[in-house]
């Protein structure tokens, strides 16, 4: 059992900033790789930003440049700053994360997604 829980969302002007944190939580044995997708009302959910359990990144084309992922593995948590915020990034967030379960000692069966709740987005223009 894993929980991935954002924050971090809210309103904005177009231009400002934002953070989104997600941390999971349950019986993580390993995190391989986390990510950011993001759903506009009436739209597809599409990914923002990934990143590996080595630390490599990749991002959608439409945020290269002004998103930042990053991961704190001590935390089991995933980090989305988000800069010069433009009213098209308007959209609920959510956190993804391949889990591998188990114990401190003990691993369980292979990796498995895991979804947070959302989080609202917002910028204003």
């Known amino acids: 059992q894993v929980r991935l829980v954002e924050s971090g969302g809210g309103l904005v002007q177009a231009g400002g900033s934002l953070r989104l944190s997600c941390a999971a939580s349950?019986?993580?044995?390993?995190?391989?790789?986390m990510a950011w997708y993001r759903q506009a009302p009436g739209k597809q959910r599409d990914l923002v930003a990934g990143?590996?359990?080595?630390?490599?990144?990749n991002y959608a084309d439409s945020v290269k440049g002004r998103f930042t992922i990053s991961r704190d593995n001590s935390k089991n948590t995933v980090y989305l700053q988000m800069n010069s915020l433009k009213p098209e990034d308007t959209a609920v967030y959510y956190c993804?994360?391949?889990?591998?379960?188990?114990?401190?000692?003990?691993?369980?069966?292979?990796?498995?997604?895991?979804w947070g709740q959302g989080t609202q987005v917002t910028v204003s223009s």
């Open positions: 993804n994360a391949a889990v591998v379960t188990g114990s401190s000692i003990h691993s369980d069966d292979g990796p498995r997604g895991y």
């Open positions: 990143i590996t359990s080595s630390y490599s990144t």
């Open positions: 349950g019986r993580i044995f390993v995190i391989n790789n």
